[in-house]
């Protein structure tokens, strides 16, 4: 009699667990989604990106036609084409003048646009295919990786001249620059190896072993770590700025390409290029919470501050796509209306992990039950044969 009151109870349980489910609220992280996409209006591969907190526009270079395209992070539209060197690559942003820095790989130089005229400033010449820059705010220098000439260029802001040339390590096509430490961190495509420059001296002062090709880099400032992404092995290595030694190994989608920082949020965010996706890390547990499908080929990621929003490009596409990564404190994201995600597919019903739970033990409760009741029978059956 217990037992079939028993299996009656858990009957009901498991319908309230169910009903209850489908009323909640889906997890904040399906807020993760698209929001527009930007089809610009020339073609080409876009690689580079940065934001310009001063102007909330998004900076964008296009290798094949020479330019850099400015996208309005409020309007999702294209505000001007600016012509620079032959196939820039690399872009950094420097808030305190509002002047975007470009490496110009095939020109073998560095263009300086001001974002309040959106025109060339300067040319700078450097050495053989630079690839990748970043902006030195404390001594108010540009570090320049020359892909060709294995070295590092230093350039006074004050007066966009070279004052040094740094050799490093095989293909150096990746820089992150280290505000808390004053140091810069160089990716290198021909090796396994993240080299750290001080700024004080201009010189190499460590030399930290990754996974295979290490060809991008992002700063987080709160946690003090470098975030490398492995391209040949699938992986982004963690770096600790205050012993300069690996610290995890996070396993991402296939060919990450691209990452970029949000230190406020602890979260970074790694473009997949052959998976086609876009992995989300937790800085504090350094694992993968939430991996988001996006278009073929990402090339390019940067995230704006303002909008929690991560804008992606594509390898020769002239879409970009613009990604809502809200925080928790954030309010829900707001869609172009006129926006229909490519990459979506009919939302199914999300059950919450404590229902999941619930469901578990109420169907191991089940399970016990229907087995006493079973053992019941038989022995009674097996002792008791006329019964």
Known sequence: MMTKKLFQHSIIMVVLVLILACFLPAKSAANFKIVATITMDI???????????????????????????????RTYKVMAHIPVGH?????????????????????????????????VVATIPVESQPSAVAYDSAKGEIFVANYDSNSVSVIAHNNYTVVASIPVGEKPCSLAYDSGRGEVFVGHAGCNQVLVISDSTQSVVANITVENQPLSLAYDLVMGEIFVANHGSN??????????????????????IAVTCD???????????????????SERCNTVIETISIEN???GLCYDSGKEEVFVTYSESRRVSVVSVPSSNSASPTADPSFTDPTSSPSIPEIPMWAVISLVAIGNVIFVTVLIRLSSRLSKRLFCPLY
């Open 43 to 73: 073609f080409g591969g876009c690689y580079g990106l940065a934001y310009d907190s001063g102007t909330d526009e998004v900076f964008v270079t296009n290798v094949d036609f020479d330019c850099v395209t400015v996208i309005s992070d």
């Open 87 to 119: 196939l820039p690559y690399g872009i950094a942003y420097d808030p305190g003048s509002g002047e975007l820095f470009v490496a110009n790989h095939g020109a073998n130089s560095v263009s300086v646009i001001s974002d309040a005229t959106r025109s």
């Open 235 to 256: 992986t982004v290595s963690v770096i600790s700025d205050s012993t300069n030694a690996v610290v995890a190994t996070i396993t991402v989608g296939v060919k990450p």
């Open 263 to 281: 230190s406020e949020n602890g979260r970074v965010f790694v473009a997949n290029y052959i998976s086609n996706t876009l992995s989300v890390i």
């Open 297 to 299: 080929q990402p090339q």
